[in-house]
Every structure is written in C-alpha cells, then in structure tokens.
C-alpha cells in the first residue's frame, strides 16, 4: 500500500518521498547488465513514478497500470516505446513483491497487463552490397584515425558486431580457429558468448590499424586526437557512432546508424546463401525468429510479386 504524496519533481518523491519505490527502482537496474538498459528503465520507472504521484492512487495494482499504459497511448508514443515502459513496471512490481511491501496477487495483476499492440514491424535500414563497398571505401586509408574507423566499419558490417561489442574488444580475442581468424569468448547482449568469424578483408582493415597504432595488448580501439596522437584511453560507443556518420557522409550515404551495418551484414549474408542458423550464430540472437526480422525473410523485396502484374505505361505521341 503506498501513500499518496505530492512531490515537486520526479527526484525528490522517488529518492526522499517513497523509499520503497526508490529501493526496487535501484534492485531492477542492479539486474541489468547493459548500460543502455539500465538509462532506458531507470528514464521509464521515473517517469511512472511521475505520473503515479500526479493522480490520487491508493495502491500500486494492475488497474493503474492499465490507466497508465492508456495514458503513454495517448502520448503517440511508438509501440516498442510504451512495452518497454510497461516492462520496466512489471520489473518494478516484481522487485517491490520481493521486498515485502507489495502483495504477490497486485505483483500478479501488473504483470499480466498486456503491452501495446504491435500494428505491422518497422524493417529498418541496410545498405546494398555496392552501398557497403563504398561506405568501406570511403574510410580513410592515410590517417590514424581514418585506419581506425575502417577497422571498425569492418567488424560492424563484416561480423555483425554491436557497438558495445566493438569498444569492449581486446587484442587477445583476436585468435585462429581452424585456419580461420575469430574473435573469442566475445560477450553480447545477455551475457550471451560466441565466437565469430572474421572475414579476410575485416581482418587486413583490423590489421592496418593495429600496424599503424602500435596496439599490441588491451583494448583494441583507442581514442585518437585531431592531430593524429594515439591515446591509450579506449574509444566509447558515441566515437563509433560519429566513426559511421563520418564515413557515411563521405560516401554520400544519409541517415547511417551503426545498427544499419549488423542489419546489413545479416541480409548481405543471407543473400549469399548464408543458412539462417550460421547467421543467428553470427549475430548473437537468442531466437532465430530475431534474426529472421532482421533479414527480411519473410517479405523479397528485390523481387517482389507485385513486379509481376504485367502492366505497363503507354504514352500519347508528342
């Protein structure tokens, strides 16, 4: 049972107002592995917390939850948006029934409110296989930081790798199996291992910078200065992000996200024959199901049954 409050802001009643709901808020992240998850449910507890504070509640339950959800509808906010605010109250839910102050039939209730309902699935964006050979193109091979940003094109684009993935690699993961190069024991999302394969020409790209930065141990990304100094310091995801816009700009691609490059490498793979297991391998996904929307396998796109009606355009003579 919670108290009805009326705090002035979103930190004073979350921190100060109603330390129950502060403590599960801080047991939910301590869950989550990922940086990115953690900012994304602490933003989204805060903000229920917010709403819950603005409206007379007596009890934290599932039909405040259902009011709630009505209330981030209204908002137009996108699906994927409000299910992940909704997930993070059930997390909240449950953590508060695991400290005690919560009844185990309201923690129930709150997790079976249904997320919103998904209308169809945004495919994303991906390059072509010329698109990709000029994006790699375009990194600079005469610089330090130009070296750098080609090697990292290359194990986004050739091995599907996360950005987070790309800033946590080190030198030692770098192995042959089987004749062939690897990264090892490389630690995704969901503390999920895999070993991926990396491709000869991701590898020479990898090669020149490690050649040209002096790296033979630790992280392999470093930050470089402007004036073409390497420092030890290693490189964070936003470096990664302007590494891609840097080069997508040069190779006059628009609206270029480091994600775009693993959709790309999967759909340039499965293009190539690639079998869709060897690919969810590749990635890292848990469920083939997210590799499957990840290429597209459902709709062929490049040729398309609406290309087959027969019709065509005539023209009156001038």
């Not at 994600?259 to 999967?266: E, F, Q």
């Amino acid at each position: 049972m919670l108290t009805q409050k009326q705090p002035n802001s979103v930190s004073l009643f979350a921190t100060a107002t109603i330390p129950e709901l502060q403590q599960s808020k801080t047991a939910v992240l301590n869950t989550l592995a990922s940086q990115h998850s953690r900012r994304s449910y602490e933003y989204a507890i805060e903000r229920f917390i917010a709403w819950y504070c603005s409206e007379p509640r007596l009890t934290f339950n599932r039909s405040v939850v259902v009011k709630y959800r009505s209330f981030l509808e209204r908002l137009s906010l996108s699906v994927a948006t409000i299910n992940l605010h909704l997930s993070a109250i059930r997390r909240l839910a449950d953590e508060s029934a695991e400290s005690g102050w919560l009844s185990p039939e309201h923690a129930i209730g709150i997790r079976r409110v249904k997320g919103a309902k998904r209308l169809g699935r945004k495919m994303g964006n991906w390059l072509t296989r010329n698109q990709a050979q000029e994006l790699v193109n375009a990194a600079s091979k005469n610089s330090l930081r130009g070296w750098r940003d080609g090697a990292m094109l290359g194990l986004l684009l050739g091995c599907g790798l996360r950005r987070l993935e790309v800033v946590g690699l080190d030198v030692d993961q770098l192995q042959s199996r089987e004749g062939h190069w690897v990264i090892v024991n490389l630690v995704g999302k969901g503390k999920r291992l895999r070993t991926v394969p990396v491709p000869s020409w991701s590898k020479e790209l990898l090669d020149a910078w490690l050649r040209h930065s002096g790296v033979s141990e630790g992280k392999v990304f470093r930050c470089v200065l402007k004036g073409g100094m390497r420092q030890e310091v290693g490189v964070t995801a936003n470096i990664v992000w302007y590494a891609v816009k840097r080069c997508a700009r040069q190779a006059g691609i628009s609206k270029l996200a480091p994600h775009d490059l693993r959709r790309t490498c999967a759909r340039l793979c499965h293009g190539c024959g690639g079998e869709l297991e060897q690919i969810q391998f590749l990635l890292g996904h848990a469920s083939v199901q997210t590799t499957e929307r990840y290429i597209g396998s459902e709709q062929n796109l490049q040729d398309a049954v609406n290309d087959r009606l027969g019709i065509s355009v005539a023209y009156d003579a001038a």
